[in-house]
């Protein structure tokens, strides 16, 4: 019924915990996990073996990486999550209520942010970034994406960019057609503690203001990234 799609790109010991979530979490909810990687070490491999994860794969990019891992899909619901998103108690039976309801073929839903950093520089950015997604129609990536196949594939799935893919895809998907979803999903706040609580969202903001402004990728993704 739910195939459930996780990009990599050489993932730390935080993936086990990720998809030992989702086994706990959706148990036979989930007919197949998928983990589409640009690279992981031996021993990750060898962790998504022994759970039976699907492994795929691909060049990076996680536009292109989630693109695929749908395309690879076989189940009438898809589950996006990140390598460092962890399911947290009460996600599994939130996303079969949603899923069970006919009128959800036609909406997606997001899960609540937090992360794994009790400091109140993490607390306002998860508050911040749950209101953003309420108000304005844009949960990013590491709050997760319930979607049923239908409609994935009629407003065209994931586009091929290192980067926004997630703002891309739920504008075309529309304010009116996305729901919050009251479960919490954990993310890593590693980016956030190395590039700051004031600069890393900051830097975000500007970088969602250029996509909106269709500044090139490429220009978006150096200053993402820090790069000159």
Known sequence: MLSVIIPVLNPDDRLALVLASVQVELGSLASEIIVVSAGMS??????????GVKIIAAEPGRGRQLA???DAATSSWLLF????????TG????AAVFLMDPVNEDRAGWFQLSFDDQAKGA??????ANW???RWGLPYGDQGLLISRTLYDQIGGYAD?????????VRRIGRGRLVGLQGAIETSAARYQKGGYWW?????????????????????DRIYRGRS
């Open 132 to 134: 953003r997604s309420r």
């Open 91 to 94: 996600c599994g039976s939130l």
């Open 81 to 88: 999550l990140h390598a460092d998103t962890i399911l947290q």
């Open 68 to 70: 695929i891992g749908a």
């Open 200 to 220: 890393r969202p900051a830097r975000n903001l500007f970088c969602l203001f250029l996509f909106y402004c269709r500044a090139p990728i490429g220009l978006i």
């Open 42 to 51: 031996d021993q990750c491999r060898i962790d998504c073996e022994e759970r």
């Open 123 to 128: 607390t306002r950015v998860a508050r911040w």
């Open 161 to 169: 960019l290192p980067l926004m893919e997630d703002v891309d895809l």
